[in-house]
Antibody, heavy 117, light 107 residues
Framework: EVQLVESGGGLVQPGRSLKLSCAAS????????MAWVRQAPKKGLEWVAT????????YYRDSVKGRFTISRDNAKSTLYLQMDSLRSEDTATYYC??????????WGQGVMVTVSS | DIQMTQSPASLSASLEEIVTITCQAS??????LAWYQQKPGKSPQLLIYGTTSLADGVPSRFSGSRSGTQYSLKISRLQVEDIGIYYCQQASSTPPTFGAGTKLELK
């Protein structure tokens, strides 16, 4: 059974950093591109970043470029999102998701990030 | 970025009723279109990919179609477990973009 379990969320002040993790199991992690998608409270879905299966390529939405870094450790089957210079508009539930081609076929349960003073 | 305009924003329907949700792409995306279902308090789940293909385990009452750059999700006979928010997503180019969502409620 495919499982994606996010962790690392919480309350953080504007300008500070936070690192999210996503532990994957039930599939060969190193075979798949992975993504982070977020959802602000009562809002829709917003793609944040994607990393290729081997970590060689990364893609970001414009609003997080230069502030967020997606990475992975295939030996640990874990995906990461390092979030620096956080802003109030980054407040959201962050989902880890598995790419199936250009679709997202499995999603984690999500982790809440609140940016507030 | 490709814009996905989804309608309606909300929809109230009765059990066994036929429900249709649409998404308009701002440019040609071919058949690179997915639908996701998000039940209350849960994470999204892939429902349909490639415009018309059902994801594993999805009931056959769900179907997808396309006319030009307009895409539709149809639920042939609404069931209680279908309540939630539905999102379309274009998978043609980066960044992948989602529609704003359609909240489906029971009448």
């Amino acid at each position: 059974e495919v499982q994606l379990v996010e962790s690392g969320g919480g309350l953080v002040q504007p300008g500070r950093s936070l690192k999210l993790s996503c532990a994957a199991s039930g599939f060969t992690f190193s075979d798949y591109n992975m993504a982070w998608v977020r959802q602000a409270p009562k809002k829709g879905l917003e793609w944040v970043a994607t990393i290729s299966y081997d970590g060689s390529s990364t893609y970001y939405r414009d609003s997080v470029k230069g502030r967020f870094t997606i990475s992975r450790d295939n030996a640990k089957s874990t995906l990461y999102l390092q979030m620096d210079s956080l802003r109030s508009e980054d407040t959201a539930t962050y989902y880890c998701a598995r790419h199936w081609g250009t679709y997202l076929d499995y999603w984690g349960q999500g982790v809440m990030v609140t940016v507030s003073s | 970025d490709i814009q996905m305009t989804q309608s309606p924003a909300s929809l109230s329907a009765s059990l066994e009723e036929i429900v249709t949700i649409t998404c308009q792409a701002s440019q040609n995306i071919g058949n690179w279109l997915a639908w996701y279902q998000q039940k209350p308090g849960k994470s999204p789940q892939l429902l349909i990919y490639g415009t018309t293909s059902l994801a594993d385990g999805v009931p056959s009452r769900f179907s997808g179609s396309r006319s030009g750059t307009q895409y539709s999700l149809k639920i042939s006979r609404l069931q209680v477990e279908d309540i939630g928010i539905y999102y379309c997503q274009q998978a043609s180019s980066t960044p992948p973009t989602f529609g704003a969502g359609t909240k489906l409620e029971l009448k």
